[in-house]
């Protein structure tokens, strides 16, 4: 794969993101933030290349027909949560000129530390672009593309996204939290999770079946996750993703998670790699191949007559 260190900061209006709904401070933060997750990120990808699982994502269009009998192709959007308490913390500090080492425990300048900000909540803002998402994801519904099955973050704030913004799907498909799809993890508190019995208890709508510790046994407050490990982390859910019935799926996730997903794991294009600004929503075509070659310039109209060759 060709490494993209580019950052893609306009409006892609059929993948929802808008990033007019974001000033200035917001947009440069997440610029500079990106660029620092690419460390480590050609290693992941020689790792995966290697892996024999391969995925590519293809970017959906408005009226592009998202109906596949192929076992091997799913229809995924994937959505960041809305504006976190410390994304808000982290845009007043830059909007005062304060800057900080990222996965340091500098308390007083990297507001990522603070521990008032443990597995950090939604702000009104983020609530409010968490259902902005919700005419589209409920139109959707009851046609032949409506979502079958929502795979939510175990953190508190792509729950919170995730339950506001597929709120019609609620008690009519699975809802399932997955400790694999968390953000990147380490050292940033606002990366750590609550007990589990404390989200089971604020998010009934929620299958927490899936999730088997009690407390959070991924986060480390030494050091933060490297790239390889939460490639691996990523390759395991997709593998699980890929053994699903379901063909319709909505995830919540991260902006770390994500950026590693389409720069680290998935062959896309490299409109589709850019960092996810809050609230954002991205749907793609997933293309699912075990153990064949996959040509990279096939088109999105060809996909599905690539072949699966799924080992058993």
Same mark, same amino acid.
């Given at each position: 794969k060709a490494l993209s260190t580019s950052f893609n900061s306009s409006p892609v209006s059929n993948n929802e993101r808008n990033t007019q709904q974001h000033d200035e401070v917001t947009l440069q933060l997440a610029k500079k933030e990106s660029q620092q997750h690419f460390h480590g990120m050609e290693e992941l990808q020689s790792m995966i290349q290697n892996?024999?699982?391969?995925?590519? #994502? &293809?970017?959906?269009?408005? !009226?592009?027909?998202?109906?596949?009998?192929?076992?091997?192709?799913?229809?995924?959007?994937?959505?960041?949560?809305g504006q976190g308490f410390h994304n808000l913390l982290a845009d007043i500090y830059a909007s005062q000129g304060?800057?900080?080492?990222?996965?340091?425990?500098?308390?007083?300048?990297?507001?990522?530390?603070?521990?008032?900000?443990?597995?950090a909540p939604l702000t009104d803002k983020g609530r409010q672009q968490a259902k902005a998402l919700q005419p589209k994801l409920s139109s959707m519904q009851n046609q032949t593309n409506s979502l079958e099955l929502i795979v939510l973050s175990t953190?508190?704030?792509?729950?919170?996204?995730?339950?506001? #913004? &597929?709120?019609?799907?609620? !008690?009519?498909?699975?809802?399932?939290a997955h400790e694999l799809i968390r953000e990147e993890t380490g050292v940033h508190i606002c990366d750590s999770r609550r007990k589990k019995t404390e989200q089971m208890n604020e998010f009934p709508m929620v299958d927490f079946g899936l999730v088997e510790s009690e407390e959070d046994d991924l986060f480390r407050t030494d050091r933060r996750e490297n790239k390889i490990e939460i490639g691996s982390r990523i390759y395991e859910f997709m593998e699980w993703l890929e053994l699903r019935d379901e063909t319709h799926i909505g995830i919540a996730s991260h902006s770390g998670?994500?950026?590693?997903?389409?720069?680290?794991?998935?062959?896309?294009?490299?409109?589709?790699?850019?960092?996810?600004?809050?609230g954002e929503m991205r749907s793609v075509k997933l293309v699912f191949t075990r153990d064949s070659?996959?040509?990279?310039?096939?088109?999105?109209?060809?996909?599905?007559?690539?072949?699966?060759?799924?080992?058993?």
């Open positions: 892996k024999p699982l391969q995925i590519q #994502a &293809f970017k959906l269009m408005d !009226g592009d027909d998202t109906t596949s009998t192929s076992k091997n192709v799913k229809i995924v959007h994937f959505v960041r949560h304060k800057e900080w080492v990222q996965f340091t425990h500098d308390i007083e300048n990297n507001p990522y530390v603070k521990p008032e900000l443990l597995d953190n508190c704030r792509a729950l919170q996204t995730g339950v506001i #913004a &597929f709120e019609s799907y609620i !008690g009519q498909i699975p809802f399932l998670w994500l950026f590693t997903l389409f720069n680290g794991v998935f062959e896309c294009e490299d409109d589709l790699k850019a960092w996810f600004q809050t070659c996959i040509n990279t310039s096939t088109s999105p109209q060809n996909e599905d007559e690539i072949n699966y060759n799924h080992q058993s």
